[in-house]
């Protein structure tokens, strides 16, 4: 295949499939497998956060001594709640903003067990402990405006404690991503008076190449328009808009859609780093976002953006995503040998 242009349907943004920069795509993952260091159980503040001098857990689910899934507030927090309102201000020429909001960490239980690895029961309380605690910033922090969910695997992902753990940062803003997605949707809405979220997702499962997993709520694909190798998109097939009113069957078959993919990645792709995040319409103006439909994105830790994605913004993906979704899936991929390989 040469390499192609895709421009993305929801936010109008290119990126190049060039896949002619990796002639050999396995041999272009091994190269990147990391192997990471384990912190030592001993040392890690998530064993029990109230003796290592955490803050007091806001939501626990068992028993003090025999919890599963704690929320807690972040004790190094990018953000803090203000008790007045949020004021904006100027710097000279430059707005501000008070960095006011809320920084939590969701923690499971096992040190060593990262989500593709728990039980599904587990992963379940985690979307739980979420949720709650969206509910209730929702209800109390006034100022936020949109809640960030991600979480972060191994540290070329940012990840600075190995135990694994999900933060939820509220903002007092819509950030840049979530404004270009939602605009998109909505430009698209009008025009065509569809979801276009469901519109890419009636279209992945008809090409059936890219999909990776589905159960009867949710499915996981590789997007035509993937920006980065092995990028993946999990959402659930009902149109909804957002996470925290989602019913239990859907968030059921997403986190079972999940648990696949990142058990996937772990297999298929040499236990590489990586991140994933749920995108869901924001708490700020709420009726307004009904055309938007939530998901989780999922992006393996395998290349480095350089000169050209920084100086453009356009990603050049070396994997062609349906190939990057055969390699998921076990399947033989047939790998040509450029002229310059010995
Ligand atoms: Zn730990
Ligand atoms: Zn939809």
């Not at 000279?92 to 039980?119: A, C, Q």
């Not at 404690?161 to 979530?178: A, K």
């Amino acid at each position: 295949m040469h390499s192609e242009f895709r421009q993305d349907l929801v936010t109008g943004d290119w990126i190049l499939i060039a896949p002619g920069r990796a002639r050999r795509p396995l041999e272009f993952i091994k190269k990147q497998a990391v192997t990471r260091q384990v912190t030592p159980i001993a040392t890690c503040p998530f064993e029990d956060p109230e003796a290592s001098n955490q803050e007091k857990a806001m939501l626990r689910y068992g028993t003090p001594k025999k919890w599963e899934v704690q929320v807690l507030q972040n004790k190094f927090p990018a953000v803090a709640l203000s008790p007045k309102d949020v004021t904006s201000g100027a710097h000279r020429v430059f707005h501000t903003l008070e960095g006011v909001g809320v920084h939590d960490l969701v923690i499971s239980r096992e040190h060593m067990k990262n989500y593709g690895d728990v039980p599904l029961s587990t992963l379940l309380l985690v979307f739980r402990a979420l949720r709650e605690r969206y509910r209730l910033i929702e209800k109390s922090a006034h100022a936020v405006a949109y809640v960030s969910m991600f979480h972060n695997w191994g540290p070329t992902a940012g990840a600075s404690i190995y135990h694994p753990h999900l933060q939820m940062i509220g903002l007092p803003i819509i950030p840049p991503d979530i404004t270009h997605s939602l605009t998109g949707s909505r430009t698209y809405h009008e025009a065509h008076d569809a979801c276009v979220h469901c519109t890419i997702i009636a279209q992945e499962k008809k090409d059936g190449r890219r999909v990776i997993f589905e159960n009867r709520g949710a499915i996981a694909f590789a997007p035509f328009t993937s920006r980065v190798p092995f990028e993946l998109r999990i959402f659930p097939k009902q149109h909804s808009s957002y996470f925290e009113s989602a019913g239990e069957a859907e968030i059921k078959s997403v986190a079972e859609v999940l648990k696949a993919t990142l058990q996937m990645i772990k297999k298929r792709l040499h236990d590489p780093d990586y991140n994933f995040f749920i995108h869901t319409a924001p708490i700020l103006e709420k009726q307004r976002y009904g055309h938007y439909h939530w998901h989780i994105e999922v992006e393996p830790k395998i290349s480095t953006p350089a000169g050209f994605e920084l100086s453009t913004g356009i990603e050049i993906n070396v994997i062609d995503p349906d190939t990057a979704a055969a390699i998921l899936l076990g399947k033989k991929i047939v790998e040509k040998i450029s002229d310059h390989d010995a």
